[in-house]
């Protein structure tokens, strides 16, 4: 287990504890990104991590864009000006929204963002039909529209917005009647039918057991591993990795700044993920 290394429960987007260039920041509109967090440990476990939730202002997807801009900007700058060295974008929805006018604004700023693992699944053999699971907002912007072109001529690709799914995760009731009756009611219509499913938001690695409960035993596909990994070659690059000497550790935030909320976020690091 990666130990805490910054005081906990202080208030804010963030200010910093460290020395500048020190951290890696990593977020999402609440617990999801946490799925996130951990292939990054995993990968790199002399880093240093800040998580931070925005809890307080979940679910992302069923805002309006603009808002969802103006809260990411708030907390890339604010990781960005508090002496993080990469942001790591632990949303669909906020990378979908966010990514490339945050990049523009900060062209030399390491802002590293997740799309749906449409690509893997589409390339991994035998896959006629995927499903996509993610927020109406992911869906629907271009970005998704792109991939979808791209990898669209090798499967059928069906999608599937999830409303309300992410916030009934944000609850930490993952085994309850609610997630039954709503996963059911998303996915049962593609019992037997489909090859493979891709998690397009950061929230539903968390519930992969009970989808796979449904729609049967076929692979998830889930852009956290592939995330990680750009991270860590964006790092290397910028010859920025943190040496094997430095102990890991991370620092869980979050907008809605109780106790209750960042012993959630704990819980589901310690969660297993496939
Ligand atoms: N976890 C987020 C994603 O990957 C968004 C969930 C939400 O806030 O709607 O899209």
Redesign the pocket.
């Known amino acids: 287990m990666i130990p805490a290394f910054f005081p906990n429960g202080t208030q804010g987007v963030y200010h910093g504890g460290m020395g500048r260039g020190s951290y890696i920041g990593v977020f999402?509109?609440?617990v999801?990104?946490v799925s996130v967090l951990k292939r990054l440990t995993e990968l790199m476990p002399h880093e240093r991590f800040v998580f931070y939730g925005d809890s307080a202002h979940?679910?992302?997807?069923?805002k309006p864009t603009d808002w969802v801009l103006h809260r990411s900007r708030l907390i890339v700058d604010g990781m960005r000006e508090s002496g993080a060295k990469a942001v790591v974008i632990?949303?669909?929805?906020?990378t979908s929204v966010a990514a490339a006018t945050l990049r523009a604004e900060s062209p030399d700023f390491p802002l590293i963002g997740?799309e749906p693992a449409l690509k893997p699944a589409a390339l991994a053999a035998h896959h006629d039909r995927i499903l996509v699971m993610?927020?109406a907002?992911?869906i629907r912007l271009d970005k998704f529209h792109r991939l979808a072109r791209e990898y669209g001529s090798r499967s059928d690709i069906v999608t599937v917005p999830c409303r309300g799914l992410?916030?009934l995760i944000e609850t930490g009731d993952l085994d309850g009647r609610a997630m039954r009756d709503l996963l059911e009611r998303y996915l049962s219509p593609y019992r037997g039918t489909i090859d493979g499913v891709v998690l397009?938001?950061?929230?539903y690695p968390f519930v992969a057991k009970q989808i796979r409960a449904i729609v049967g035993d076929v692979p998830l596909y889930d852009g956290g591993p592939g995330t990680a990994r750009q991270t860590r070659r964006l790092l290397e690059a910028a010859d920025a990795l943190a040496p094997a000497s430095q102990e890991g550790g991370i620092e869980f935030r979050s907008s809605n700044n109780t106790p209750q909320q960042l012993e959630l976020y704990r819980r589901f690091y310690r969660m297993p993920l496939d």
């Open positions: 999402d509109s609440g999801g990104g979940a679910p992302y997807g069923d632990a949303c669909n929805t906020a997740i993610a927020t907002t992911t992410a916030d397009g938001c950061t929230h």
